[in-house]
């Protein structure tokens, strides 16, 4: 689903610094990687570069099978709306619109008719939990019912990559842990690939591979129990 091959990026100066050095990554239909590292070792910058939304000195990223290094700014625009989902820190959800809409937000982008996204939107709704709350406004709801909101925001799409930088972050521990385990199954049963930026051990160990973030390279990691 996602391949990145020898990804170098550098910071622009003065002086230049070397953010990645010949980094690989991986990840398969359904599999979800977290990725760790101290503050500062790049881990944003990394979903960035692998969003097109920051440029790399070299290397490649391919998404099912396409190349996006290189693409023009419209490609990259187009290729993000249709293969890539987010997940952030802070929810992003637009006030003015209803559960509902927020979530349909990806498909109408697409040009999918409305009653389609509608019904579309609806679904993923029910699957995170949230079906009886679609005609609510988001002021309404609770932060762990708004990241469940930008979850199946996320994926209503069916996106080939889930990008997740700290997704748990405002929440409460308890809360925390249940909406991350309902944003891998739903990245697992939708089999796309789940990177997963964390701070937290808990949420790290939560996925099937974590990877260190050090010195600009990928290293596979093992945390103790
Ligand atoms: N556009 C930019 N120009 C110059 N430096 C940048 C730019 N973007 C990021 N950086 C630097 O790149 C480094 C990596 O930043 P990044 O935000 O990716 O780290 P991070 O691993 O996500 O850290 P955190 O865990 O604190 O979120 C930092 O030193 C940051 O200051
Ligand atoms: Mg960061």
Do not use: Y
């Not at 927020?102 to 982008?109: E, K």
């Not at 808990?202 to 390279?217: C, K």
């Amino acid at each position: 689903m996602l391949k990145i091959q020898s990804l170098a990026k550098t910071l622009p100066g003065p002086p230049p610094r070397r953010l990645f050095e010949d980094l690989a990554l991986d990840i398969a239909s359904g599999e979800c990687v977290a990725i760790v590292g101290e503050s500062g070792a790049g881990k944003s910058t990394l979903l960035n570069c692998i969003a097109g939304l920051d440029g790399v000195a070299g290397g490649s990223i391919r998404v099912r099978g396409t190349e996006i290094c290189g693409l023009d700014d419209d490609a990259l625009a187009r290729l993000r709306r249709e293969h890539f989902g987010f997940v952030f820190q802070a929810f992003h959800v637009l006030p003015h619109l209803s559960l509902a809409d927020n979530v349909a937000v990806p498909l109408w982008l697409l040009g999918v008719q409305d009653r389609v996204a509608r019904v579309r939107a609806l679904d993923m709704l029910a699957r995170v939990g949230l079906a009886a709350r679609a005609d609510d406004p988001p002021r309404l709801m609770s932060g762990g019912e708004l990241q469940r909101v930008a979850i199946a925001r996320a994926l209503v799409h069916r996106p080939a990559v889930v990008l997740a930088d700290e997704p748990t972050g405002n929440l409460d521990p308890e809360r925390a842990a249940s909406v991350l385990d309902l944003l891998l199954d739903t990245i697992r049963d939708a089999g796309a690939a789940g990177v997963l930026v964390t701070h937290s051990r808990a949420a790290a160990r939560r996925a099937d591979r974590v990877l260190a973030l050090e010195q600009g390279r990928l290293v596979d990691i093992r945390l103790a129990e």
